[in-house]
């Protein structure tokens, strides 16, 4: 079974400071990993994916993420954090083994804040 | 433009009252997928379709039911409402990766529907 984990319910940040989400996951075999972010009564939007290759990931509105296969872990991060990155992020995990398309597990959510 | 769209965006009813969520994409998308959001829980999968007439259950079907007749529309059917269903819907789709892998393309989500069960 493929699980996610969002070990903080809640992160809080300085506008202008560097910012970190944290992601660990469990698969049993390779992983497909992804962030979503949720603004306020909006729908999820896609920021990045990790399939395979760079571990370092860009995404959208500077984010990128850093996969690391020992520690199991997909952590979100940017440089500088800005007011309008508030918002409830999420990490996702489908398990490349599994055979057909199989399900994405989500983690349950970070929120985000950041003040001016 | 590009979209997921979803009706109703709220919806309050009774309990055993069948209801309809549709939910249609104008991307041609082949894969679909039905979540659900409460607190505390993230996002959990109800169904998903990987085509025309190919659905199949996620982690938490119990008490939907799902039809994907025409590739642009997923319609979540509960035939009798609960209160346990009380939740936030979700409707997405994407493009099929290939045949012998599992879809990694990005999902887009659409609005949501805010389902109350009295």
């Known amino acids: 079974a493929q699980s996610v984990a969002q070990p903080e319910d809640q992160v809080n940040v300085a506008e202008g400071n560097p910012l970190t989400v944290k992601c660990t996951y469990s698969?049993?075999?390779?992983?497909?990993l992804f962030w979503y972010v949720q603004y306020p009564n909006r729908g999820l939007q896609f920021l990045l994916k990790?399939?395979?290759?760079?571990?370092l990931v860009k995404g959208s509105y500077g984010f990128e993420a850093e996969f690391n296969k020992s520690q199991t872990s997909f952590h979100l991060k940017k440089p500088s954090a800005l007011v309008s990155d508030s918002a409830l992020y999420f990490c996702?995990?489908?398990?490349?083994?599994?055979?057909?398309?199989?399900?994405?597990?989500f983690g349950k959510g970070t929120m985000l804040l950041v003040s001016p | 433009e590009a979209q997921v769209t979803q009706n109703p965006r709220y919806l309050i009813t009774v309990t055993g009252k069948k209801l309809t969520v549709t939910c249609s994409q104008n991307?041609?998308?082949?894969?679909m997928s039905w979540y659900r959001q409460d607190p505390g829980l993230g996002l959990r999968q109800i169904y998903y379709?990987?085509?025309?007439?190919?659905?199949d259950k996620g982690d938490v079907p119990e008490g939907y039911k799902v039809s994907r007749k025409e590739k642009r529309n997923f319609p979540l059917i509960l035939e009798s409402p609960s209160p346990n269903q009380t939740s936030l819907y979700f409707c997405?789709?994407?493009?099929?990766?290939?045949?012998?892998?599992?879809?990694?393309?990005?999902?887009?989500f659409g609005p949501g529907t805010r389902l109350t069960v009295l």
């Open positions: 997405a789709s994407s493009r099929a990766a290939s045949s012998s892998l599992p879809p990694y393309n990005e999902q887009f």
């Open positions: 698969v049993s075999g390779n992983p497909y």
């Open positions: 990790y399939i395979t290759g760079d571990n």
């Open positions: 996702a995990v489908r398990d490349h083994m599994n055979s057909g398309y199989s399900t994405l597990t």
């Open positions: 991307m041609n998308h082949e894969y």
């Open positions: 379709s990987m085509n025309v007439e190919v659905t």
